[in-house]
């Protein structure tokens, strides 16, 4: 496996040792790699003859310092699970090196998909994401980029990105990988006691009741029980519940039978920030 620090000297490797027919697949990460990113990677090799992970926690996406200064950093351990794994290529880049001294977002429209959800309670995250990105398409120029499906507003955001910017990269959205208990996978799961670990369970099993109380009930109706069903949990407090549809990620008043939905949720244990989200089609 081959580690490279700088943009220069990665894109010298792959002008002079990939043969230019090569399909390069790219998983893009901010390190304290767990088995979900370990499946991106995975779903790659399978895909393209040389995969490439990137690992960079990227300060233009955090809107509170404190969640940047917490997130976990790992990076030997990191990369000694990409290498068992059979990466082949990590992109290791300081911030210096992606931004020069400029750290600041670029601004981007994406159609409104940005102002949902998330983009009420997170002021200029997705600039940070599309920013950081793009510059890591630009740099690595992949065929194909995989991301979990966890961050499914962030999916949609970066396929709307690649469309709106012309960059010939297929953005490929991968299943959650979820605990045994249910609980989404994240970097953040750490920072969880072993019993809000446990507990935690309650954001997916409350999704899976969604999606059989949606068959019967209004969204309205719905949504008044997520909300009374947190109320009753002392260890979880709900920021957001919204069902919506998948493709303009605006939340709905009512179910069309010819439309695709899903349940997006987030939840804090104390001040550790827990996203999920769930199809309501199938």
């Known amino acids: 496996m081959k580690v490279f620090k700088t943009k220069k000297d990665l894109k010298t490797y792959f002008s002079n040792l990939i043969p230019k027919k090569s399909k390069i697949g790219f998983v893009p990460t901010m390190g304290a790699l767990h088995k979900g990113h370990l499946s991106l990677i995975r779903t790659s090799l399978k895909e393209n003859s040389v995969t490439v992970a990137s690992i960079f926690v990227n300060p233009t996406q955090f809107d509170k310092k404190e969640d940047l200064e917490k997130y976990p950093r790992t990076t030997e351990r990191d990369l000694q699970l990409l290498k068992d794994v059979g990466c082949h290529v990590v992109f290791l880049p300081s911030v210096e090196e992606i931004y020069n001294q400029n750290v600041s977002?670029?601004?981007?429209?994406?159609?409104?998909?940005?102002?949902?959800?998330?983009?009420?309670?997170?002021?200029?995250h997705f600039d940070g994401v599309g920013t950081i990105v793009k510059t890591l398409f630009e740099i690595v120029s992949p065929n194909n980029a995989y991301f979990g499906e966890k961050d499914f507003q962030q999916l949609q955001i970066i396929k709307k990105m690649v469309v709106k910017n012309h960059m010939n990269v297929h953005v490929i959205g991968c299943p959650i990988y979820r605990e045994t208990n249910g609980l989404a996978m994240s970097s953040r799961n750490e920072?969880?006691?072993?019993?809000?670990?446990?507990?935690?369970?309650?954001?997916?099993?409350?999704?899976?009741?969604?999606?059989?109380?949606?068959?019967?009930?209004?969204?309205?109706?719905?949504?008044?029980?997520?909300?009374?069903?947190?109320?009753?949990?002392?260890?979880?407090?709900?920021?957001?519940?919204?069902?919506?549809?998948?493709?303009?990620?605006?939340?709905?008043?009512?179910?069309?039978?010819?439309?695709?939905?899903?349940?997006f949720i987030a939840v804090y244990a104390d001040s550790i920030r827990l996203i999920d989200n769930l199809s309501l089609n199938n």
Do not use: C
């Not at 949902?116 to 997170?122: I, Q, Y």
């Not at 949504?223 to 260890?235: G, Q």
């Open 105 to 124: 977002s670029e601004r981007f429209d994406f159609d409104g998909l940005e102002n949902e959800m998330e983009g009420k309670f997170r002021g200029g």
């Open 191 to 263: 920072r969880l006691s072993i019993e809000q670990r446990k507990e935690a369970s309650i954001i997916y099993s409350t999704l899976l009741e969604v999606k059989e109380k949606i068959k019967v009930f209004s969204v309205k109706e719905v949504n008044n029980w997520v909300i009374s069903h947190f109320k009753k949990h002392p260890l979880f407090e709900l920021e957001y519940f919204t069902i919506a549809d998948e493709e303009t990620l605006k939340n709905v008043s009512e179910i069309s039978p010819d439309k695709k939905y899903r349940a």
